[in-house]
Each structure stands twice: as C-alpha cells, then as structure tokens.
C-alpha cells in the first residue's frame, strides 16, 4: 500500500502530462481502437511490435483522467518489455482493479490505482487501455 | 406540494436530480395506474369477447384522445402508439421516407440532432439514394434561421429537426421552419423529445408534418411513446413493422390489406400499461396547470444559470439557453470525473455527448457535464448543487479510488 498522497501525484502527472501522448501514421505500428462503451472516452494506442517486443508505444485521444493516466504509466512500462511480460503486468494489474489478488512488485506507478477496487463506476475507466492492449497482445503472440 | 407526488422524490429526500433531460421522474397516480392494470385489470386489447377486454380496450383508445388534445391533433387517427422517441422516428423515416423518396432528393437536418433523429435517415439515404445535408449551426451551437434559409431548395424534401436539442436545450420556432418548408414543398419532422415534457405543443399551430415523443420524459412509463402525423401523410407511410392486428386481409398469394392509420402502425400486442401510464401522466399534467409548471421550470432554469455564471471554474455552453437544459465544464477537469465527484454529494447529472456526436466539432470538446430541470426541482437544491461545484478540483474528483 502507498500514500493516498502519492498516488494522487501519481496519477494528477500523468492525467496532466500524458507520456508517450503522440499520434503515429507509420504502418508498421499496430493500432488499438479503443471506444469506452458508456462514456466518451476514445483513444488510440499505437504499438511498434518487433520480434515479440514492444518496441514503441503511442498513445492518442481524450477521457477522463483515469483512463488517461492508466494508459500513460502502461506505456512507460511497456516499451521495451517482451510481449509475454507485458501481458503479465497487464494481467496483473486488471487482478488488483478487480479486487483480486495479484502482486505488486510488478506494477510500479500503476499501484496507484489500487483503490478503484471499491468504485465500480471506475474500474471501466481504469480497464479502457489494459482490457484493449490485452486482447491485441494475446493475439500477437498466437500469430507469432 | 408538487414534489410530494413523486415517490422517487419523497423515498429519496437526499438526492439532488438534474437529469429530467434523460428521464423525468413519475407521479405515484401513473404508478398506480401501471399497478391497477397489473393487479385487477389484466387482460389484452382489440379482444371484446369480455367485459374486461372491452374496458381496457376503451381506456386504451381513450389515452389517444387525451393525446390529441394535450398537442392539439385533428384526430385520434393522427395519433400513433410506439414504443418511444425512436421508434416514432424510425418509423417516419422508414415508413415516409423510403416510400416517398427518391434519387436525389435531400433531407434537410442539423448537426444538434440526437442519434434517434439522424441514424434511420442513414439508412434512408442508403437504400434512396436521397442525400442529408445539415444546416450550419451559428458559432455558439445555436440553430440559425438564417442558414436554414439558404439551405431550403425544390430538391428539399424532409426537413428533421429537434424541437429542443439534447446538448444545448435551444428551442428552434417549429412554426416558422414549417412555414418555409412547406412553400418549397418539403416536410416537416420533429423530434419533441426534449420539449415534450416543458413546452406547451400545439400541433396544429406549429404546422409540423410529423412529430415524435417519448412518455418516459413526460413524467409517464418508459417503452412507450408516440408519433403524430397529418393523417394524409401517415396514409402515404408504410409500417416498417407487420404483423398482428395491423391488416384486415391477407392470403397465401401474398396480398395484404392493411388498416387505416393508426392501426396498420400497432403490430403486436402494445405496451398497454405504458399507453394507459402515458394517459394518467398527461392528465396528471393538466390537473396540475401545466402552464404554470412551465413557468416555474424557466424561473429555476434562469437561477440555475444566473448562479453557475458566477463560477470562475465553470465554462457554459449555453447561457442563452432557452429551455431547462444547461450544458457546462469545469475547467481542465474532464467532465466524467466532475460528474462522478458530484455523483458522491448525491446528485445526479449526465456526462458525455448525449448521443450528438456530430455536435463535438462545434463544441470543440469531447465531453460535457448536461444539467437538465423539472418543475419538481427547488432552488435550494440549485444553492447545494453550485456550492458543491465551488469547490471541486481534480484532486477531490479522484479522491474515491485513493
Ligand atoms: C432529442 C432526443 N431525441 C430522441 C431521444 C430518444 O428517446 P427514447 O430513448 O425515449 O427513444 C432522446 C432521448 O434521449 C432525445 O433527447
């Protein structure tokens, strides 16, 4: 468990000054639409994937600051990791937004949403980028 | 007092809601209505046989000549039950569009339109060939008269706009639209599901071709709803719905005689509480002086926006807002999470687009905060409400999931 504090920090940073906020047009990058289904939150990830790593990631659009800042500590942690490692941080994390049990040394910043367990009007939001990543990298890694 | 006749207000004394724009909250005489169907007088209609079937077969019929009246129709054959806003939408745009368009032809709309209003022209367009052109909203989101004029020419030949638009609560005048449209010969639709519920309809005055409605905001049931149409033009319409009770003849060659209007739009069994629910909600409106309903409305609506101007944190949308729909943001804070903040102080307003999507390039945001009004409403629920929006920042929006 961290501060309330931090995690506010955390996640005000990276609502404000999104990382790797950037739209990409090269083809080869996959691109992952992601549309929330009951508000308006839209994004695009952006992912330049290469021998089954996660060479790049961009990310594009606009939601609430939840969905936002989720999507942008994903993409910090997620370049430069193996396919197989991100799926298991992204499973990771989608444990501990749900309320189960899952492992925190893995999650860095992303501990900061461990308290959307208990709003489940959030846990959409907080679920937008990883549920989406997830089903992309699942299917990256059955073509490969 | 008026709120003391809506159960949800009185079980709910701590809930502030300013979300009558989505739906309105009943009055316990429409519950007991629904009750009574349910609990003593259950049976189906068009099946006289029996006392009961042909009692409720009567009240049935009878709610449409209280729906004449409440918007002024010739007659209740001008009056069709649906099961809301968009089906009687879909139901102008299928069963008069498809029939009467061709090649070429325009229909004639806004970029403020609900997606109920819009969508089925889509598909209009698609299988016509007919193409849909918007009429340029004034800076402000505003509609423009002006513009509507320079839009209007011989190959117009539907015009479909929203009495009141969901995003923005501007009130366009029907009449004068009509009056235009119709010397070039095109038709008027309108979608009254936003005003409905605070404008006093007059059909009749307003000259519109068709209009379409829900109950569910008129402080009646949900599932249910109307679509009024000049009866000429619901003759020239077809169902995009058959089955049932709707035709007198049909055979195994394939020949089908419909009913008249509205029947031959009344496939299946109806939603037959929601209609005899609709019934008692618009009595219970006229039993309660309507009018003067609306006029408190406006006097809450002009406090609401006299009181959130005043807020440096707040950006407002319409402040020119004419009906009880006021649209907002809070400054670098994204409109879900004000919403979810205010969601915690009890009260209940909506984020998003509301359904006009197109409008996001006008607004030039991609999300809004959507207060909406009821005559039920106070203003003291106004004072709790802008001293919550006072003092809210990212970090209290958030402060749920620390
Ligand atoms: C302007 C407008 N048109 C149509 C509709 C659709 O109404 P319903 O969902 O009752 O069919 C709505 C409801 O939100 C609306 O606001």
């Known amino acids: 468990m961290i501060d309330k504090e931090i995690k506010r920090q955390i996640i005000i940073d990276h609502y404000s000054t999104p990382r790797n906020f950037k739209e990409i047009l090269a083809e080869n990058y996959k691109v992952v639409d992601l549309q929330a289904k009951s508000c308006v939150d839209s994004f695009k990830i952006y992912l330049d994937i290469d021998e089954e790593v996660i060479k790049d990631f961009k990310f594009q659009g606009k939601g609430c600051a939840i969905s936002t800042a989720s999507i942008s500590i994903l993409s910090k942690m997620l370049i430069d990791q193996k396919v197989e490692v991100a799926l298991e941080i992204i499973e990771n994390y989608l444990k501990m937004i749900q309320g189960n049990e899952y492992d925190e040394k893995k999650l860095e910043e992303l501990v900061a949403f461990d308290g959307v367990k208990n709003q489940i009007a959030r846990i959409s939001c907080a679920s937008l980028g990883a549920n989406g990543l997830k089903e992309e990298l699942k299917k990256y890694g059955k073509t490969k | ?402």
Request: hydrophobic share 35%.
């Open chain 2, 1 to 402: 007092m008026i709120r003391d006749k809506f159960p949800m207000l009185k079980n709910n004394p701590s809930l502030i809601y300013f979300d009558n724009a989505a739906t309105t909250f009943k009055p316990q005489e429409v519950i007991a209505k629904i009750n009574e169907f349910y609990t003593n007088s259950t049976t189906n209609i068009n099946r006289g046989d029996y006392d009961l079937s042909y009692k409720i077969s009567n009240e049935f019929e009878n709610v449409r000549e209280i729906v004449r009246t409440f918007i002024n129709a010739t007659s209740v054959n001008e009056i069709v039950f649906t099961s809301g806003a968009s089906a009687s939408l879909n139901t102008v745009a299928y069963g008069y569009g498809l029939t009467n368009l061709k090649k070429g032809d325009i229909i004639l709309t806004s970029e403020s339109e609900h997606s109920s209003s819009i969508l089925p022209w889509f598909r209009v367009a698609d299988s016509t060939g007919a193409i849909i052109k918007y009429i340029p909203l004034e800076k402000d989101g505003s509609f423009s008269i002006e513009n509507f004029k320079k839009s209007m020419s011989d190959k117009v030949k539907v015009v479909a706009l929203a009495h009141i638009s969901n995003v923005l609560g501007y009130i366009i005048d029907i009449k004068q639209i009509s009056s235009i449209a119709h010397s070039y010969g095109a038709i008027v639709s309108i979608d009254a599901a936003q005003s409905i519920g605070h404008i006093k309809i007059d059909v009749k005055d307003m000259d519109v071709d068709f209009l379409s409605f829900s109950a569910h905001k008129l402080y009646g049931p949900s599932g249910v709803g109307v679509l009024y149409g000049k009866y000429h033009l619901l003759e020239s319409s077809n169902p995009y719905f058959y089955g049932g009770g709707s035709n007198i003849t049909y055979d195994n060659c394939g020949n089908l005689k419909l009913k008249n209007s509205p029947y031959k739009f009344e496939s299946g069994t109806s939603n037959i509480e929601g209609v005899l629910g609709l019934g008692r909600a618009i009595e219970f409106l006229n039993e309660n002086d309507f009018e003067k309903l609306i006029l408190k409305e406006k006097e809450l609506t002009r406090y609401f926006i006299q009181e959130i101007s005043k807020l440096d944190n707040v950006i407002l949308y319409n402040p020119k807002t004419d009906s009880s729909i006021i649209t907002f943001n809070i400054k670098g804070i994204f409109a879900q999470d004000v919403c979810v903040y205010l969601n915690r102080h009890n009260i209940c307003v909506r984020s998003g687009l509301h359904c006009a999507k197109i409008l996001a390039k006008v607004l030039e945001t991609e999300g809004t905060i959507r207060a909406s009004i009821s005559f039920y409403n106070e203003k003291s629920e106004i004072d709790r409400f802008i001293e919550v929006l006072k003092n809210v920042t990212l970090d209290k929006c958030l402060e749920d999931i620390l």
